[in-house]
C-alpha cells in the first residue's frame, strides 16, 4: 500500500512539474515575447498569424485547439496514451494561462517590463523561458502540443533532437511573419528566439534524461527489493552471485539501470524496504534497449561478393 502511494504519487509529482513548465513558458511568451512584438513558431505561432492576418475572423483558441486535436490522433496510435493524456492536460492548461497571461500584461500600465526599446533581451530571456518549459514539460514525458507532437513522433524513429526538430519545424512559420507584418525585424528576432530556445531545450533534456546503473546488496530482503523494483519501478533487475571476499560469505547483488529522475523514486523505496541496504549509484553515459532509447545507427549494408 505504501509503495501504491508512492507511485501515485511521483504521478501526481510529474503533473505539478508539468504544470510549472507550462507557467514557465507562458510568462515568457505573453511577458517577454507579445508586448515587443516577438513571436514565436509552432502551433500557436500559427494561430496568432493567422488571427492578425484575418484581423481576428479566425480565433486563436479555435485554430488552436483544431490543429492540437488531428496531432493527437496521430501521437495516440504512435506515442500512446500515457504521452497524450499528459499532453491533453498540457494542451488545455497551457491555453489558460496563456489566457490568463495575457489578460495580466494588458491590465498593466506599462507592458514594457524591461524598458522600451529592449527587444533583443526581451528575447533572449522569453526564449530561455519557454526553452525551460519545454523541456520540463518534454522530461516528465508530457507536451504542450503542436510542434512538440511532431517531434516528439520523429525523435522516436530518427536520432534527431528534440531542440533541432522544435526548431527546423518552426522555421517556416516565423518566416511567415513577414508575409503579415512586413517587418524583417520580427523575423530576425523570432529566429534568435528560436535559436536560443532550441539550445536551452537540448540542454535541459540531455541533462535530466541521464541514465543511472544501481548495484544494490541486501543480505535478508533482495528479493522484496527486486520485486519492488519490476513491479512499481517498472525496471528489470538482474541477480548476480557474489561473496564478500572480508566475511567469506555469499550473496546476491541486484544490477539496475533506470533513468536519473527515476533514482530518488527507487532509492526511497529501497530504504523502505531495508534501511541497511548497500546501494553504488553511477552515471552512464548512453542506455539503449528495451525501455530505454534506441539505436537509431543505421545498419551496414553486407558488401557483395
Known sequence: MKLSRQLLFHEIQQYVAILFGLVCYAVGWTAFMLP???????????????????????????TYFVLNSI????ALKILGWKFC????????MLTLLLQVGKNVMGNLANPYLLGEGENFMSCVLGACLCGLGLGICFVNGGSTGGT?????????YRDISFGTMVMLSDLVIIACNYL???DIRRVLFGYVALFIMSIVL????????????????????HQEIAEFITQQG??????????????KTEHDVLFVLARKRESSYLLSGIKQIDPEAFVSMAYVKGVYGNGFDRIKAKEKKTPKQ
Open 202 to 221: 537540448d540542454y535541459y533534456i540531455n541533462t535530466t534524461r541521464q541514465s543511472v546503473q544501481l548495484f544494490i546488496i541486501s543480505h535478508n530482503k
Open 148 to 156: 512538440d507532437i511532431v517531434a516528439a513522433i520523429i525523435n522516436k
Open 71 to 74: 496531432l493527437l490522433i496521430f
Open 180 to 182: 503579415v507584418f512586413h
Open 234 to 247: 517498472h525496471r528489470g533487475v538482474t541477480v548476480l552471485n557474489a561473496m564478500g571476499w572480508y566475511s
Open 36 to 62: 515587443y512584438g516577438v513571436t514565436l513558431g509552432g502551433v500557436t505561432g500559427i494561430a496568432a498569424l493567422l488571427d492578425f492576418a484575418t484581423e481576428g475572423g479566425i480565433p486563436i483558441q479555435l
Open 85 to 92: 493524456t499528459k499532453t491533453i492536460f498540457g494542451v488545455i
